[in-house]
């Protein structure tokens, strides 16, 4: 019994310690901040830089012409799990892929085409709409979540999900109202990247660990901004000497919206039901347990006697990647793209903002006006904020001000708002709205104060 417990000890450890490594420890390279799992993904990108933006447009492709097919439920997609999974959606997002594709094809061919296109295609193609898309985002995801699914059942399978969420059951369940397992969702999305933490969480929800509401409260509260994405945005807006005092900040306001927004509407009102029941952890320690370690352990030891070998590993690493492959890069192309399109053509964000201003005005922030056209622009794509205040604002707190709430927003459609649409988890496009802007106000009533502290 004794050896046997300890090699279920050994096998719960040492992936689970690796898997830490790879995608929870921060490492220096190149002068930069970032994670082993960013690292190979970058080196895979680069050595397959050309070929990037081809394999993406074939991808898309796929899926929209899969996803047409399966509206006429053929046997050969209905009977193949993974075929069916992947590719049987509702028309509306069939709809959506199909745009995708579209819009792929469009950027990909017009990239040679010049500055003669005018019009709608040119504003498609630019690089500042579907250019911007295919190049960077969809070429560093296409690599990220291959990487990403093929390496996260290290956190995922043998155990160490159990056992964490057994030692903070007690703090994330009344703070948050979530698992203590989420934890890790949490700190892979801080350190990582927060399309790493809505990939675990879509794994944990459609595993049936989560609820409805608790995978839409991870999903759309602790998918946290990196790190390194933190300091790209502070750059932008030439605030660098301030990130110490910047990147507690956005911790705070953080952890502020993710005890306030899951009390309220939408989010409070989701139902606790599960894709597969009985999954759950107790809330409580039962008790025949001394402490929580115990407990954590003897979890974190029978999830590990599940697993069955390598061949188990590799295909729940293969559902993950084509899951996202096909289901999450359409999305990102369609609706990354359309929100890019009104954000840099129309004065909608502009109208939008409009609400904001008498709030920023009472908060007595600078150039209130100009700030007010970051506000509602956010929800489209992070960057565009800080990118708008470096052009347009002269005042130092106002740029930080923006630069602060860009990041605590948090639910952007060029994305993890695109991500968390093209799963399965039950979030809809007019919730993630309200989402964003629960946590815009919540973030302006906390960041501007302390600006003014700073300032």
Excluded at 288 to 313: H, P, T, V, W
Aim: charged share 15%; hydrophobic share 55%.
């Amino acid at each position: 019994m004794g050896s046997n417990r300890s090699k279920l000890t050994a096998r719960f450890l040492i992936p689970s310690v690796i898997g830490i490594l790879l995608f929870m420890i921060p490492v220096k390279y190149n002068g930069d901040w970032t994670i082993a799992v960013k690292i190979i993904a970058d080196k895979i990108g680069g050595v397959l830089g050309d070929v990037l933006p081809l394999l993406c447009v074939v991808i898309v492709t796929i899926s929209a012409v899969m996803s047409l097919i399966s509206l006429g439920k053929p046997k050969w997609i209905t009977e193949h799990p993974i075929l069916r999974d992947t590719f049987t959606t509702s028309p509306v997002w069939v709809v959506v892929r199909v745009l995708g594709a579209i819009f792929i094809w469009l950027t990909y061919l017009g990239i040679d085409a010049g500055d003669e296109d005018t019009g709608i295609i040119h504003m498609i193609t630019e690089g500042a709409a579907g250019g911007f898309v295919l190049g960077d985002l969809l070429t560093v995801l296409v690599i990220i979540f291959v990487i990403a699914a093929l390496l996260l059942p290290l956190l995922l399978d043998f155990g160490l999900l159990e056992f964490v969420g057994a030692l903070l059951t007690k703090v994330m369940r009344p703070l948050f109202k979530i698992p203590g397992r989420a934890a890790v969702d949490c700190f892979t999305s801080w350190i990582g990247d927060g399309t790493l933490g809505v990939m675990l969480t879509c794994n944990q929800y459609e595993g049936g660990y989560y609820s409805a509401r608790e995978a839409s409260v991870i999903a759309t509260t602790f998918s946290a901004v990196s790190i390194t994405f933190s300091i790209v945005v502070l750059a932008q807006v030439d605030l660098m000497q301030y990130f110490g005092v910047y990147y507690l900040m956005i911790c705070l306001v953080g952890v502020v919206c993710a005890i306030i927004v899951p009390r309220i509407p939408p989010l409070s009102r989701k139902p606790d039901t599960y894709v597969v029941e009985g999954k759950a952890m107790p809330e409580t320690i039962p008790p025949q347990y001394k402490n929580s370690f115990e407990y954590g352990m003897d979890l974190a030891l029978k999830k590990a006697a599940e697993f069955k070998g390598i061949g188990q590993f590799l295909e729940n690493g293969v559902k993950n990647a084509v899951g996202m492959w096909f289901g999450v890069l359409p999305t990102v192309m369609a609706i990354g793209t359309l929100a890019l399109l009104l954000a840099n053509n129309t004065p909608i964000f502009e109208i939008l903002g409009k609400p904001f201003l008498p709030l920023l005005e009472l908060l007595q922030v600078p150039e209130a006006a100009e700030a007010s056209k970051t506000m509602i622009v956010g929800f489209t794509d992070m960057f565009t904020p800080s990118i708008i205040a470096a052009e347009g604002i002269a005042s130092e707190m106002t740029r930080f001000i923006v630069a602060s709430v860009s990041v605590t927003q948090l639910i952007y459609l060029s994305e993890v708002g695109g991500l968390i649409l093209g799963s399965k988890l039950p979030v809809k496009l007019w919730e993630l709205f309200v989402l964003f802007l629960e946590r815009t106000i919540i973030s302006l009533v906390i960041i501007c104060p302390l600006a003014h502290l700073i300032f």
